[in-house]
């Protein structure tokens, strides 16, 4: 103990009690059942149909990026799901608790949460929405298309890979714990000092909440040191600068914001950390602290942030526009300068997220001014997607949909956000709901080409097409939850209503907030929608295969490999000659895969160490939040053990034999070709069996000797 | 699919409650004016760049009767005007941005100091300190203070001074003055000129904490008449406001009901000496007992400060 | 202009596959890859520098000492002296490296850690005295950042000293194996970058605290 603590504290435990299991609290106590009961049945079945051993070799020590990409989208997908809950429950309280008269349920004065607890529920919605949900779907994809668009076997470093998606996945395992021991921060995603000093949240919800946080900023710093060497070093021959794809750009563009803003997330945490463990004043209002700077060193990293979610979202639409209009996107040049036009811009903006905080006037004006400047490489890019459909033969399949609807929502986010960029507006409504709206409408951006990308790519990683028309149904149900809950709430921005509020004593507001409930229950369709989409696409899997081409108008390299796509990539290693390369060898009937005799390709083996080293690194957390300093000192002594252990290794390659190379990619070949074989042998990745799989289980004597499957991924 | 929310919206509640849209004050009214502006200008890009869109998407699919020409892929006449367009709109745009800046500035509104400066005539002073979770209005000239309620003359500038004791506030009066922090140790300014006499509703716009929701006050604007009355009324307030008084005063509270209060006297130099004090570390620690379990922390707080004097 | 470079190459003599590809340069990579972390690890001392100005006015000593009344600048001039030797010192193990010198490499590098080590105690006793004198992180926000500035940059010489360690045993294992070279090599950039940040740590702590 080095600060003075509310509450009890011993050596063994902590401040870690029986009472800081919330039992009293309903909700928390139904949610644990489910959650008990779910993964139960998910760790019986895994027992029962013997896929320990499968899940291990393929997937817990896998390095392969195809892999690590999915778990990525796994993982972002079941926090999607989790911070969409948190939404439900903030808007059916605002809804119900409304008036000085609104009744009181469950322990609350109005409605059926505490303040305590709908703090929690909207800081941890909007921390999972960004960090554990937004960022891995995106940094996935990356994983998984970055390499095949470059024509590189894997990423630079593998071994790392495996490593940031490991501590993400801590750093969310951390956020889900948190509602069963003790609590999670309660007072907004992006922390308040000095609010989230020791007096005035002297519980461990804040710790829960920083030390979340800083292990995702580790594991998202580790993955963009990842991309830009792999984008920079591993390019095929003939790869040149200005013949990568766009959402290679994009990629390139976003993980230099991302290198450069999350070390400075973390020194803003770790500095609030020093104040709630050693007691030092660097964010006190007293002492000589500073509570200003928090706010900066935050936003210098969050407003890079917001555009590390976009870019990648921008090019996702700048690969799907151009495949279903059939043709070359408009203005590559011009695309790849406004990348980076914005990913520049966006480390001079970050003062407008505390436009009220006082600054001159001319301080707030140059602000004003720089954030305003975003708008022109955006409108840039909105012209030239517009563009690339003019001239075009544009096909509205769900990819393409997704995508489109990515570019309206855009409109309206652009237009609002060039509102908020207008400092004498957002004076009157900074830290109220139109702005909350305004970012909604971003996210959604992004949330939208996740979707489109999802139905873009799925074929590339597992050889078959998504059904279209559940996933149409989604679709529409997005759209329509979308108008019905954010259209009242550029209302209630308008009407001053501010961000937060667990009880609204106005009863003006309440018809927006019922409207809003409406829109809410359209999104829990589409999330019903979502479930059948994708069971029915399992169901039909062998219906739907497809072959290298998933599109038919595909236009860059990934479409140039089987699909699904063997670990090692390419059988040969493309050599590219133009922009667009897959659809000008198509266009010159160059469409041969198999030049001639394969070779032995080296790939990395897999390791377990990154897993063990997540492991540690959430037990690490835990200590510390807790503040139990003899399990934190034996989980650092372990993790450098570790590290160092794994630098002795000297297996950790392989080289595939040309014989299993030509067995693969001739059985890859039959298959688009001839008639499936039964379900049940290729299909979903979750479900499917391993045929080809081969070697021991386990890790055994060495850190890394267990043996994947050679084959495609859904073997 | 985004209709029918908005005619629901407009129709169902009319404007009801959209207390931005509907200023009283100068500064709202400044707001409102380049509000409108600004929207104007970015519905002439964003209406015909949607109209495009959707041509293009309707003319150019497949089937459909536009030409196709897969390797058209770039002119520089569009080029220019895909760059000219944004170019020009945000040059404007940010003309008026740092002009309605300067007009709005909240330690010197321009429309302010430019009314101040054709009608003469004094302002109104008031130092404003949030605590866990009520307001504190006092008036230094006058030297009173009130809680959970600002009164205002109507058609006189009030000039305000505003720190806090423990967390970040923000201060917010949507039909009459915009957002500025309030920050515990430091002093922000604001000010505001209110039109028209009336009731206007204002709040905390930062989140402070569980008592956050019912961290609101009243402001009534009053005619210059009204306002010397309510003065001399509350200077016979029995209840006073010491420094000693002050440090129980601040200590966590949530005014479930809007608990409105006045002091008669207060000790003057109040607002620098709560300054002083947090920047020397003073701390209003608020107690795990109440940041978990507000309601029963609610209750028993009640009883106790009930009573109380400060 | 993608369609116009298109047209340009001629299918009929292009080259479309990569026949052979040896694959990337894998110590090329690697160090890469370093210099990005590198990169990380100067933003992190930059929000660290930049903190240190925004808490440098006489309002944030919050009544304590400032840096004059207690920097002693000979403990700062012998970590200086300790640090820059030790670089150089390893700059000749580097040069054996070239000349695949085994005991060269791990003797230049027994030598580096020693003085690594060297300035580790010497920063302990500095530390030290200051505790001693009541001077802690707690007592003003600019003590909170001047401690942890030169206690982060403390750390980075814990890691190079034991990474040093790990490599020497490692030379005498595998001898320059390419795992161990671009380890090597990564150290090298590693370690002169932690005299990089010292001499910015000297410059804006040490000396402009005394100057202050």
Known sequence: MLVHLQGPWTPLLGRLTLQQIPFHVPILVVTFIVVAILAAMVLAATTYFGKWGYLWREWLTTVDHKKIGVMYILLGLVMLLRGFADALMIRTQQAMAVGPGSPGEMGAVHGYLTPFHLGQIFTAHGLIMVVFAATPLLVGLMNIIVPLQIGARDMAYPYLNALGLWLTTAGAALVMMSLFVGNFAHGGWYGFVPYFELPYSPGVGVDYWMWTFQLSAIGTSLGSINLIATIVKMRAPGMTWMRMPMFTWASLSTNLIALTSFPVLMVALALLGLDRYVGTHFYTAGMGGNLMLYNDLFWVWGHPEVYFLILPAFGIMSEIIPTFSEKTLFGYVTMVIASFAIGGVSWGVWLHHFFTMAAAPSVNSFYSVTTMLVGIPTGVKVFNWVFTMYRGRVRYELPMLWALLALFLLLVGGMTGMMNAFASNDYMWHNGLFVVAHFHMMVLVIAASIFGAVEYWFPKVFGFKLEQKWGKWFFWFMIIGTGWTFVPMFFLGFAGMTRRLDYIPYTQWSPYLHIMLVGMVFYVVAVLFFVAHLYVSLRDRVKNRVGADAWGTGRSLEWMTHSPVPAYNYAFIPHVNVLDEWAWRKENGLTELHPGDYEGIHMPKNTGVPLFLGMLFMGLGFALIWRIWWLALLCVALIVALIIIRSFDRDTDMTIPAHTVEQVESGARDETSVAMPTAGVRGGTVIAHSILQSGTSGISGSTTSTSPSLAPMDR | MVLPPALLTLGGCSNNGLYLLKPEGLISHTFYHYFILDVVIMLLIIVPTTLLTIWAMWRYRKGGKGSYDPAWSHSNAIEAIVWGIPLVTVGVLSYLSVKAIYDVNPYNPGVIAKAQKVDGGDSVEVDVIATDWRWLFIYPQQHIASVNQLVVPVGTPVKFRLTSTSVVNDFLIPQLVGMIDVMPGMRTKQALVADKAGTYIGFSADYSGAGLSWMHFQTKAVSAAQFAQWVKSTQQSPQHLSYAGFNRFAKPYIAVGGDQQTFGKVQPGLFDYVIGEVMHGKVWRTPMAMTENMVNYMQKQRAEQKAGDY | ?212
């Not at chain 3, 690697?30 to 006015?57: E, P």
């Not at chain 3, 403990?75 to 695949?100: E, H, P, W």
């Open chain 3, 1 to 212: 202009m993608s369609a116009s470079a298109a047209q340009k190459v001629d299918p009929a003599h292009a080259t479309l596959w990569a026949r052979h590809y040896a694959g990337h340069d894998m110590i090329g990579t690697r160090t890469f890859g370093f210099w990005l972390y590198m990169l990380t690890d100067a933003m992190v001392y930059a929000a660290l520098f930049a903190t240190l100005g925004v808490l440098s006015h006489v309002v944030n000593l919050a009544g304590g000492p400032s840096s004059s009344a207690f920097i002693n600048p000979v403990y700062a001039y012998g970590q200086t002296i300790t640090l820059f030797l030790s670089v150089l010192i390893y700059g000749y193990s580097m040069v054996a490296l070239k000349n695949g010198n085994r005991g060269g490499v791990i003797g230049g590098m027994f030598v580096a850690m020693l003085l690594g080590v060297v300035y580790l105690v010497i920063s302990g006793i500095d530390i030290g005295n200051m505790f001693a004198h009541g001077i802690f992180p707690q007592v003003s926000g600019f003590l909170s950042i001047f401690f942890t500035i030169i206690i982060y940059h403390a750390l980075h010489i814990i890691v190079g000293v034991v990474w040093m360690l790990v490599m020497m045993i490692q030379v005498a294992r595998e001898g320059f194996s390419a795992n161990v070279v671009y380890r090597l090599i990564n150290l090298r950039l590693f370690w002169h970058f932690q005299a990089v940040i010292w001499v910015f740590v000297f410059a804006f702590v040490y000396l402009q605290g005394i100057v202050a």
